[in-house]
C-alpha cells in the first residue's frame, strides 16, 4: 500500500518558518493528488494545501494563502510544505495526504501519513 512518511514538524515562534517534508513510495507519484492536511486538538482534519506533480499546480485553503507554499522533487518523490509567518493558530498535526489522479477535492479521504506535529509559539 501506500507509505507517505512525513519529517520537519518542531516548535517555533511566532512570525517564524517552517518546512514539512513527505517521501511518498508504492505509488504513481506524478499523477497523484499530493496533499497537506493539519488537525489541531478538539478540531476536524482540515485541508491546507496540495498539488500536482505532473504540472505544480498548487491550491491552498484560504487562511495559509500567501502564507504556505507547496512544493514537490518529482525525481525523489517528495512533497514539501514551506510554512512561513506562522502564527499560534497554525498549531497542530500536519498530515500528508495522496489521492488517485487529478483532483481539486479538499475533501479528507485517500492514504495518509502518520502526522508531524508543529507548534507555534506566540
Known amino acids: 500500500q501506500v507509505q507517505l512518511v512525513e519529517s520537519g514538524g518542531g516548535l517555533v515562534q511566532a512570525g517564524g518558518s517552517l518546512r514539512l517534508s513527505c517521501a511518498a513510495s508504492?505509488?504513481?507519484?506524478?499523477?497523484?493528488?499530493m496533499g497537506w492536511f493539519r488537525q489541531a486538538p478538539g478540531k476536524e482534519r482540515e485541508f491546507v494545501a496540495s498539488i500536482y506533480p505532473a504540472d505544480s499546480s498548487g491550491y491552498y485553503a484560504d487562511s495559509v494563502k500567501g502564507r504556505f507554499t507547496i512544493s514537490t522533487d518529482n525525481a525523489k518523490n517528495t512533497v514539501y510544505l514551506q510554512m512561513s509567518s506562522l502564527k499560534p493558530e497554525d498549531t497542530a498535526v500536519y498530515y500528508c495526504n495522496a489521492k488517485n489522479g487529478y483532483t481539486l477535492s479538499t475533501g479528507a479521504f485517500g492514504s495518509w501519513g502518520q502526522g508531524t506535529q508543529v507548534t507555534v509559539s506566540s
Open positions: 508504492r505509488l504513481a507519484f506524478s499523477r497523484s493528488t
